[in-house]
């Protein structure tokens, strides 16, 4: 009886301990499109952020130079918050992986806690042209 009893929690355990790494990979989503000069309060790549936690982007628009996306997300006031994004390019698509977190100069300070409608312009390698863009989260 003693065996059973430790043969199930060690399988609880085990099972616990596996399941994020079991999971399967998250399958990139369509983000939609909005139009050109949606206002929002513009923000800059930086890697340098602390507590970084993935995004999805609310949507993206077009820029005058086909080589750079603009995303759009909430964020907090870009005096203690930031965001950084890479992105993958394939001959079809456009995945965007965003992540928001706080500033390191931030990290001890009081922010106030408002949300914000931000945007985030990212560079390409090829013209977007009718790629689609999806969001890595």
Known sequence: ???LGVAAVLGVVLTTLAGPAAAQPI???PIPESPPGTPA??????PAIVNAYPTRPQSWS?????R????HFTSGTPECYGVTATVVET?????????TGTLPQA??????AIALFGALDVRLHEP????RVLSAT
Do not use: K, N
């Open 1 to 3: 009886m003693r065996v």
């Open 27 to 29: 399958e990139p989503v």
């Open 41 to 46: 309060t513009m923000f800059v790549d930086d």
């Open 62 to 66: 077009r820029v005058p130079d086909d």
């Open 68 to 71: 750079v996306l603009r995303v």
């Open 91 to 99: 001959a079809d698509a456009v995945t965007v992986d965003l992540r």
């Open 107 to 112: 990290v001890d300070r009081a922010c106030i």
């Open 128 to 131: 977007l042209g009718v790629r």
